[in-house]
């Protein structure tokens, strides 16, 4: 099998493990990471925990990028950031590369960048995340569509990496 086709199978693998992840636990940050962690390694569990209040476009306000964006944009900086002791060292463009062609891919397919952005995209309305009648009728219309978001992060990231 070459490196290629073996990279086209852990990112339908990390695809599959995000969608269940989303769909079972929510928090499309942390399902992004750790689908990246367990077919790909890179991420810490640190990051992991790091990355919770991100979601719903960080403290679930809406109004911030969308959480499987972060998270992807995350997994990207786990591997190929700078590191902490190499602050003096450069910007580290690569990985700003890397973020730039994520973010273009992600306002293609998905038509904005935040998550308010994805609710008008997925419902034709955004919610109020702190209202539980909103955080339901969210839930009920959005269906599958964030999972599928949160999905499609984590093949793109592991196809990058």
Known sequence: MSKEDI????????????LDYELEFGCCPQCVLASVQEVAGYVSDDTIKASHG??????????????ALTGGLLA?????????DKL???????????????????????GGLTCQDLQQQFTGKTYDLW????????????GAKCAEA???VT???V???
């Not at 990279?7 to 995000?18: D, F, G």
């Not at 991100?54 to 959480?67: F, R």
């Open 159 to 161: 196809e990058k990496l």
């Open 76 to 84: 990207l900086g786990a591997k190929g950031g700078r590191d902490r």
């Open 7 to 18: 990279k086209a199978v852990l990112a339908e693998e990390a695809y599959q493990r995000a």
């Open 131 to 142: 209202n539980a009648g909103d955080y339901q009728a969210f839930s009920e219309a959005r």
């Open 54 to 67: 991100l979601s719903g476009g960080g403290g679930l306000q809406g109004e911030g990028l969308c959480g």
């Open 88 to 110: 003096d060292q450069g910007r580290g463009i690569g990985n700003f590369e890397d973020a730039r062609e994520l973010v273009e891919w992600f306002r293609e397919q998905f």
């Open 155 to 157: 093949k793109w990231v």
């Open 150 to 152: 949160t999905a499609r």
